[in-house]
């Protein structure tokens, strides 16, 4: 931890559990944030935890001179990143799992959140999924609205309007498929994800 009397050297707790890293904010007060090498910040609320999807990430905290930031690795205890796919041609088979054109989808709608950072870090437009793809925009909105419900379903909230809010929902969707580890840079190897 950086040397710094106003960051608690017990502020954050990072653990290994099954496998997985655990990143938990332990001030009563204070949030900290968890950002990847590429895309949005995450904000661990005060007596959260979060389990990033990323290999490399930094935990930044409020010091007294401005932000400090501290680099954790972790790749050795990760599995493989990239979530396996189904075949099947038509079918949603349960949360997190697509089907390889549902998938094609998903990494194009995360592609600037991988890539960018700041501004340039936000999920890809219909239009821009729909280029890279080969597909309409409105195509590539009805997979989008599909797997969102789908997901739903499954009991994941935020996804789905209530009453009659028409919302945009690409923003949720792809920081769930992120950070739940169904999309990861390794997808974006070839544009089709094929």
Known sequence: MPNDGHISRLAVAIELVDGTVLVRNESASKPIVVRPPAGEDHVVVPQAAVSPPYPRFSIVLAGSRGDESVEVE???????????????ADTFTGP???????????????????????????????????????????????VL?????????????????????ANDFRLPLARWALWNGHVSRTDLGDRRGE
């Open 145 to 165: 609205k599909m797997i969102r419900e789908s997901l739903s379903g499954y009991g994941i909230a935020g996804l789905v309007a209530e009453g009659d809010n």
């Open 74 to 88: 972790a790749s050795s205890s990760r599995p493989a990143a990239g979530s396996p796919v189904t075949s099947s």
């Open 96 to 142: 997190g799992r697509f089907t390889a054109a549902q998938h094609r989808v998903m990494v194009e709608l995360c592609r600037p959140l991988l890539t960018g950072s700041g501004a340039t870090a936000r999920p890809a437009t219909y239009a821009e999924i729909g280029e890279r793809l080969d597909l309409s925009p409105q195509y590539v909105r009805n």
